[in-house]
């Protein structure tokens, strides 16, 4: 697979890319895009190397957003400032190929079989929250973000910011017998425990 973490540019794939990119041209990225949804409309699987692509040029675009990861390398900054503030149309056509990625891909399974799939679940989930959420002119204040829900994560135990938290219900669907249970979680750790293929995406949509 040609990766030595979980993360969207732990790959010779992502790097690979970041060479071959040129700041201020987007082309490159909106043909990624428009290839894996392509793929993705079609129902057939994306391949590993299509899919680690378009999840880092997907980074990108968040970066330019206001939402770079951690782990953006130094070499990915002059496109992040090349991108300056990405076209609506563009934004669209990472949210659809990160969908169709995590959907329908190679990549997903290879990361189900291996050592860490939890580890890269909460990446990808990471992906999802961040280019999802608005450019960073129009996030939400700093104290809004972190207000407490007063929920602990039923995962890892931990107090849950309100934007964080998840809630579901459970109950046995073959009786109409016993009392149904709610439980808290972060996004990502619910996300962490699934298989990756069916991690939660969470996409608001335009008009919010």
């Known amino acids: 697979m040609g990766a030595w973490g979980p993360g969207n540019f732990e790959n010779d794939d992502a790097l690979d890319l970041l060479g071959e990119l040129s700041p201020g041209d987007a082309g490159p990225l909106e043909k990624l895009f428009d290839a894996a949804c392509a793929a993705g409309m079609q129902g057939e699987e994306i391949d590993a190397t299509a899919a680690a692509q378009a999840l880092a040029a997907a980074e990108l675009v968040s970066a330019a957003r206001g ?88 995962f890892c135990g931990e107090s849950i910011p309100v934007p964080e938290l998840v809630t579901l219900e459970m109950r046995r669907p073959w009786s109409s017998a016993g009392v149904s249970r709610g439980i808290y979680a972060h996004e990502a750790c619910l996300n962490a425990k699934l298989h990756p293929r069916h991690i939660v995406q969470w996409w608001t949509p335009p008009d919010l």
């Open 67 to 154: 939402h770079a990861p951690d782990d953006l390398p130094d070499d990915a900054i002059p496109l992040v400032k090349g991108l300056k503030k990405p076209a609506a149309n563009l934004v669209e056509k990472a949210i659809s190929a990160v969908s169709y990625v995590l959907m329908r891909s190679e990549l997903v399974e290879l990361w189900a079989e291996s050592d860490e799939p939890e580890a890269w679940n909460r990446v990808a989930s990471g992906l999802v929250s961040r280019l999802d959420a608005p450019v960073r002119s129009q996030q939400l204040k700093k104290k809004e973000r972190n207000a407490d829900s007063g929920c602990l994560c039923s």
